[in-house]
T-cell receptor, first 110, second 111 residues
Framework: NAGVTQTPKFRVLKTGQSMTLLCAQDMNHEYMYWYRQDPGMGLRLIHYSVGEGTTAKGEVPDGYNVSRLKKQNFLLGLESAAPSQTSVYFC?????????FGQGTRLTVV | RKEVEQDPGPFNVPEGATVAFNCTYSNSASQSFFWYRQDCRKEPKLLMSVYSSGNEDGRFTAQLNRASQYISLLIRDSKLSDSATYLCVVILYNQGGKLIFGQGTELSVKP
């Protein structure tokens, strides 16, 4: 039972490049979330999903897109990366109570 | 105003001390509350849920005050291993189950 798996774990992008972060969960959870964490800011919600085929904006959605084509996967896309998107990204899933997190993706945009 | 706000840190306490963290939330429709712990930028992990009647888990006690819209976490007999960042979390069911975190409070327990 892997829980929540994020790929990749580290990535360096050049400004303007695009990439997709993958979050996969094997717990059959309906809810999935993407957060970013910056020093002194806590975890800020980017986008979330309450079920397959649904997505919703969180606190800081600009510059990101998401898709939930399959229940177990939640993808976070950066179409044109900016240095302000340098951060640690966490994915989480839940059954609407306790949330389980992936180990994070450290993204640097240069 | 942020939806969930916590005491600013860091809290530096000696071993054996009692320390309390507070967290306020702005959305009165919030229905579920949790405390998470995060170590050294690793993923957050659930410490305990917070129930209306208050609940205790060993040295940890959580309280909820719906009228004043705050929750608290009390740690008794602090251990070195309690050093971490403590995150207050609220679920907004009236917004489709949004899970909102406070900015976290850093605790450092010294020998």
């Amino acid at each position: 039972n892997a829980g929540v798996t994020q790929t990749p774990k580290f990535r360096v992008l050049k400004t303007g490049q695009s990439m997709t972060l993958l979050c996969a969960q094997d717990m059959n959870h309906e809810y999935m979330y993407w957060y970013r964490q910056d020093p002194g800011m806590g975890l800020r919600l980017i986008h979330y999903s309450v079920g397959e085929g649904t997505t919703a904006k969180g606190e800081v959605p600009d510059g990101y897109n998401v898709s939930r084509l399959k229940k177990q996967n939640f993808l976070l896309g950066l179409e044109s990366a900016a240095p302000s998107q340098t951060s640690v990204y966490f994915c989480a899933s839940s059954i609407n109570t306790e949330a389980f997190f992936g180990q994070g993706t450290r993204l640097t945009v240069v | 105003r942020k939806e969930v706000e916590q005491d600013p840190g860091p809290f530096n306490v000696p071993e054996g001390a009692t320390v309390a963290f507070n967290c306020t939330y702005s959305n009165s429709a919030s229905q579920s509350f949790f405390w998470y712990r995060q170590d050294c930028r690793k993923e957050p992990k659930l410490l305990m849920s917070v129930y209306s009647s208050g609940n205790e888990d060993g040295r940890f006690t959580a309280q909820l005050n719906r009228a004043s819209q705050y929750i608290s976490l009390l740690i008794r007999d602090s251990k070195l291993s309690d050093s971490a960042t403590y995150l207050c979390v609220v679920i907004l069911y009236n917004q489709g189950g949004k899970l909102i975190f406070g900015q976290g409070t850093e605790l450092s327990v010294k020998p």
